[in-house]
């Protein structure tokens, strides 16, 4: 049986709660960068491309009638934005391939709640909300469109 | 394959000695192989560079980056008294995405610098998206202000930073600038001089009232005086 998104929720808490060392969430955050993987060039296009973002983060969603799956990629430049990489893959361990209704039903506060914004730029931040607001912004079109 | 028996085996050879008659104590005389071939002996010599030479190589590029981070990080600190100083430091660290050895700690400090910066920038590009709204409002005096109030380092592209010195050092927005403040100044005075003539008024008012109310005084004590005469 697939974990579902409270159970997905539940760990990633427990994570941040294990967290020790200021230094804890930003190495948790350089390992999620560096074990996410890329995305076809090809998908990169202007419409997928997350407004508010510093970097230019792409959210490809797909949508097979009952689950979105995401593909997440930021690029930024010259520079090597691993923060910001690592904040889409957190986000996307717990929203990927998951119902719109799931999606739909985590606290949008969430991601504070367990810390996430403590000491995180606001430039990092305010993209980071702007991903969310993207991933609900999905899960309600999808949402509406399996309810047809 | 590797080997350091040439591709014989001593067996072999102990039997090509025994069956040409070469025995000790009616064994065969084991051969007097040598321990490796002179092209084993090359390998090892190079695994051993190899290994030598990478750990040496590691060491190096660990000991640049060291000095490197620390070169950016003078920059960065400094640039918290000296604003100019973040420009420097940004391009420190983004020369650093070159070096070969990064520690997770270099890592998270970079990061969260330039992270600094980026937020720096974007506070500054605020203000210029601010100034350039006035100047299309054809406010320059408001332009002028928000350009001129900004204390913080100059983190603008090239295009934008263009703009904000043409705010900045325009002699048109100045001579406006310096006309609006003079109709400020002229308007404070002339409020000035009606607000102190309101209050001369006002003094003279109050002292015919009191005039007047001491000359009643007067004129009912004189009656007061009569009656009782």
């Known amino acids: 049986m697939s974990e579902s998104i409270v159970d997905r929720q539940e760990k990633i808490r427990a994570k941040f709660a294990s967290f020790t060392d200021p230094d804890d969430k930003w190495k948790f955050l350089l390992d999620l960068a560096r074990e996410h993987k890329g995305m076809d060039a090809a998908l990169k296009a202007e419409k997928f491309i997350i407004q508010g973002c510093a970097s230019t983060m792409y959210l490809v969603p797909k949508f097979d009638g009952a689950k979105i799956h995401f593909e997440m990629d930021v690029e930024g430049g010259t520079t090597n934005p691993l923060i910001s990489r690592g904040l889409g893959a957190l986000a996307l361990q717990i929203f990927n391939d998951m119902a719109p209704a799931d999606i739909l039903s985590v606290d949008p506060t969430f991601f504070q709640k367990i810390g996430l914004n403590v000491g995180l730029s606001p430039t990092r931040s305010n993209g980071f909300a702007s991903l969310l607001k993207q991933i609900y912004l999905y899960a309600r079109v999808f949402d509406a469109i399996s309810k047809k | ?229």
């Open chain 2, 1 to 229: 394959m590797f080997s350091f028996l040439n591709g014989k085996s001593p067996f072999d050879e102990a039997e090509e000695k025994l069956e040409a008659g070469e025995t000790i104590n009616g064994r065969p005389k084991l051969p007097q192989a040598p321990i490796m071939g002179w092209q084993d002996g090359v390998f090892l010599l190079v695994l051993v560079g190899l290994i030598v030479g990478g750990y040496y190589y590691y060491q190096y590029a660990k000991q640049k980056s060291a000095d490197a981070f620390a070169q950016c990080d003078v920059l960065f600190v400094a640039a918290e008294t000296d604003a100019t100083k973040y420009a420097e430091a940004e391009s420190c660290y983004n020369e650093t995405w070159d070096l070969g050895f990064v520690s997770d700690t270099m890592e998270i400090l970079r990061q969260n610098r330039l992270g600094a910066i980026e937020d720096l920038r974007n506070q500054q590009k605020d203000l210029y998206a601010e100034a350039m709204g006035a100047m299309a409002a054809r406010d320059t005096v408001a332009a002028f202000n928000v350009v001129k109030d900004y204390k913080g380092p100059m983190l603008l592209s090239q295009g934008d930073r263009k703009d904000w010195n043409n705010i900045a050092e325009n002699e048109a927005i100045k001579a406006s600038v310096a006309a609006a403040a003079a109709r400020a100044d002229s308007i404070a005075r002339e409020k000035a001089i009606a607000d102190s003539l309101a209050q001369v008024a006002a003094e003279l008012r109050a002292k015919a009232v009191a005039d007047s109310i001491e000359k009643a005084n007067k004129k009912l004590a004189r009656k007061k005086r009569k009656k009782a005469q």
